[in-house]
């Protein structure tokens, strides 16, 4: 038995997992995106009272973070457990590193976010006279829309060259992949739906490993039928 069909025969136990973990990922996140932009605009500059109007909706938004979070983690865990032993260390380390580190930032955003909410709800006047509410939007904005977006590109590219090496998606994937980052990395956090990028094209890999599972199931079933 070579080593593509060891990894083959590993990697069918996982798919399924990754392409849920990732779907779940992807429409925590939109959600969150399509209630906070209907919400109040996307600029840092935005004003106080537009906060607090819409702060019960936000703070939806915010409490479904840490299960995309968690489902992005899980996500990760699951693609590499699928490349097995053909998974190369240099790739995987910045897969890893930038996988964590756009969690880490997206926690951040929330965390700032929460906090700003609360100090608005003890009031808002003493929060924008001291100029609190003002740095605390602009830092949400920066960690959010460049910052945690440039780590997404950077682990869109390592998943697609990955993708690229070992097949575990179309190639076509990958070149997306290749310019859906490419646009993030040079994007400079003025375009409002940016941050929507990201998770639909986790959505669209998560959908094709998915695709490409029960296929492989079917080519095993259909071989094992023609064994009898």
Request: a positive charge; one cysteine or more.
């Amino acid at each position: 038995m070579n080593q593509e069909s060891v990894l083959l025969g590993k990697g069918l136990k996982t798919p399924r997992a990754a392409a849920i973990a990732g779907i779940v990922f992807a429409g925590l996140s939109i959600a969150v995106e399509l209630l906070i932009r209907s919400s109040i605009e996307a600029s840092p500059l935005g004003a106080a009272q537009e906060v607090v109007n819409h702060s019960k909706t936000i703070s939806r938004a915010l409490t479904l973070i840490p299960f995309a979070g968690i489902a992005f983690l899980w996500f990760v865990a699951v693609v590499r457990d699928r490349l097995g032993e053909l998974e190369d260390r240099f790739f995987a380390t910045v897969l890893l590193a930038s996988g964590l580190l756009y969690v880490a930032m997206f926690f951040v955003s929330a965390a700032l976010a929460g906090g700003l909410l609360l100090v608005l709800g003890s009031g808002t006047e003493n929060v924008i006279r001291s100029g609190a509410y003002a740095v605390g939007r602009a830092q949400i904005h920066q960690v959010m829309n460049i910052y945690a977006i440039k780590m997404a590109g950077v682990f869109m590219i390592t998943v697609s060259t990955i993708s690229l090496r070992t097949r575990i998606v179309a190639r076509w994937m990958s070149f997306l992949g290749y310019a859906l980052a490419s646009f993030l990395l040079l994007s400079l956090g003025t375009i409002e739906w940016i941050p929507i990028v990201f998770p639909l094209w986790v959505l669209m890999i998560s959908l094709c490993i998915l695709i490409e599972r029960f296929r492989d199931q079917s080519n095993a079933e259909q071989d094992s039928t023609l064994a009898v």
